[in-house]
C-alpha cells in the first residue's frame, strides 16, 4: 500500500530552521516527482516546492524561493524540505503530495513559526 | 505565474442535486488541470486528472471537463459525503497554483 509520511515539524521561531521530511513506501520512489504543498489555518492550499525523480531539477514556489531547499534521497525513499529564514506566514500545515498529479498525499505536518 | 480563480466560493445544495464549480485560469493550459477534495481535517485528495480524466476509485458521479482557460467540476446526484472544499489546481508550468477552493455544503 502506497503511504506517505510526514514529520519534523514544530515550533519555530521568527528567522529559524526546520527541516520537514516525508518518508515514502509502496511504490517505486524514484520514478516519481514529488512535491510540497502547505495550507495555513483555515486557508487553502499553496503549492511550495517540487522535485523531479531523479532530483536533477527543483522548483520553488516565489513565497519560499531562496529560503526553502527540496531534496530527496533515493536510497532511503525520504523526501526533504529544509527550510531556513522562517516568517509568521510560513505557519502551515506542510503535506508531501505524489508524482506531478499529486495522486497522493500525506497527513501533513504542522509548523508554527511564532516567538 | 498563473492565477486560478474559481467560481462560486461556496455553495449549498441538497442530496440528490447537481452542482457544477467553475475554474479559470488566467492563460491558456490546455488540459493541464486536476480536481481536488478536502474533507474537513483530512488531507486533499485527487479527483480528476488531465481536466476530465477519473482518478482510480472516484465515484462516477465526478467529471471534469474544459480546456484552455476554462474548465468544470460537476456533480451529479449529490451525496452527503461530498460536503467538502474543492480546489482546481494547474500543472502546466511552474510554481503550479491552486484555485482558491469552493465550499460545498449539503443541506
Known amino acids: 500500500e502506497m503511504q506517505l509520511l510526514e514529520s519534523g515539524g514544530g515550533l519555530v521561531q521568527p528567522g529559524g530552521c526546520l527541516r520537514l521530511?516525508?518518508?515514502?513506501?509502496?511504490?517505486?520512489?524514484?520514478?516519481?516527482?514529488m512535491n510540497w504543498v502547505r495550507q495555513a489555518p483555515g486557508k487553502g492550499l499553496e503549492w511550495v516546492s517540487g522535485?523531479?525523480?531523479?532530483?536533477?531539477?527543483?522548483y520553488y514556489a516565489d513565497s519560499v524561493k531562496g529560503r526553502f531547499t527540496i531534496s530527496r534521497d533515493n536510497s532511503k525513499n525520504i523526501l526533504y524540505l529544509q527550510m531556513t529564514s522562517l516568517r509568521a506566514e510560513d505557519t502551515a500545515l506542510y503535506y508531501c503530495?505524489?508524482?506531478?498529479?499529486?495522486?497522493?498525499w500525506g497527513q501533513g505536518t504542522l509548523v508554527t513559526v511564532s516567538s | 505565474d498563473i492565477q486560478m480563480t474559481q467560481s462560486p466560493s461556496s455553495l449549498s445544495a441538497s442530496v440528490g442535486d447537481r452542482v457544477t464549480i467553475t475554474c479559470r485560469a488566467s492563460?491558456?493550459?490546455?488540459?493541464?488541470l486536476t480536481w481536488f477534495q478536502q474533507r474537513p481535517g483530512k488531507a486533499p485528495k485527487s479527483l480528476i486528472y488531465?481536466?476530465?480524466s477519473l482518478q482510480s476509485g472516484v465515484p462516477s458521479r465526478f467529471s471534469g471537463g474544459g480546456s484552455g482557460t476554462l474548465f468544470t467540476l460537476t456533480i451529479t446526484g449529490l451525496q452527503s459525503e461530498d460536503s467538502a472544499t474543492y480546489y482546481c489546481?494547474?500543472?502546466?508550468?511552474?510554481?503550479?497554483?491552486f484555485g482558491q477552493g469552493t465550499n460545498l455544503e449539503i443541506k
Open positions: 492563460q491558456d493550459i490546455s488540459n493541464y
Open positions: 488531465a481536466a476530465s
Open positions: 503530495a505524489q508524482g506531478p498529479l499529486f495522486d497522493s
Open positions: 521530511a516525508c518518508a515514502a513506501s509502496g511504490f517505486t520512489f524514484t520514478t516519481y516527482a
Open positions: 489546481q494547474q500543472y502546466s508550468r511552474y510554481p503550479y497554483t
Open positions: 522535485i523531479t525523480g531523479s532530483g536533477d531539477y527543483t
